[in-house]
């Protein structure tokens, strides 16, 4: 069955004024207040983030809400949706981000983070799904975990 996943959320913008003496032309890009929907119906009025085709009887998917930047600027509420789980594998792949998030924090090494991540990649392969070159967004170096959402 397909799946759809649309995410409705407040958007803001803040940049530095241009005219001040401490212009940096930093910018501060923002999406806060996520409203998640998981629907079997494409609504081309809705803001379609991801979707899914499975064979799973009551998918559950993680949605991954992280913020991501670098010098000149950041975005925040930025979203990655796992592909779908059941019930059980969800709340230790919940788990299992947030593990990760708390080792970036204490500075782990980088083959600590790897092997979780692979815990996941291979727990999203036995339940069919194609994650060959699977990547958390969160992890990356600018980036930074701000939420993980369960969507039934």
């Keep these: 069955m397909k799946y759809y996943i649309y995410c409705k959320y407040d958007h803001y913008v803040y940049q530095d004024d241009f005219n001040s003496e401490d212009y940096s032309g930093f910018c501060h890009d923002g999406r806060v207040n ?7 119906e494409q ?3 809705e803001s379609l983030i ?7 009887e009551k998918p559950h998917f993680v949605a991954i809400i992280y913020s991501d930047g ?3 600027g ?14 059980k594998a969800v709340a230790l792949i919940k788990k299992t981000i947030e593990q990760i998030a708390i080792d970036r924090r204490e500075y782990a090494e980088y083959d ?3 092997r979780k991540v692979n815990e996941i990649r291979e727990t999203l392969r036995s339940y069919g ?10 992890t990356s170096y600018f980036s ?8 039934r």
């Design 34 to 40: 996520h409203e998640f929907t998981v629907s079997n």
């Design 43 to 45: 609504d081309n009025n």
């Design 50 to 56: 991801e979707s899914f085709d499975t064979d799973i």
């Design 70 to 72: 670098g010098t000149f």
């Design 74 to 87: 950041k975005t925040d509420g930025l979203v990655q949706v796992l592909p779908p789980v059941d019930e």
């Design 112 to 114: 600590t983070i790897e």
């Design 129 to 138: 799904s194609d994650v060959k070159y699977f990547h958390l967004n969160f």
């Design 144 to 151: 930074s975990l701000e939420g993980v959402v369960i969507l």
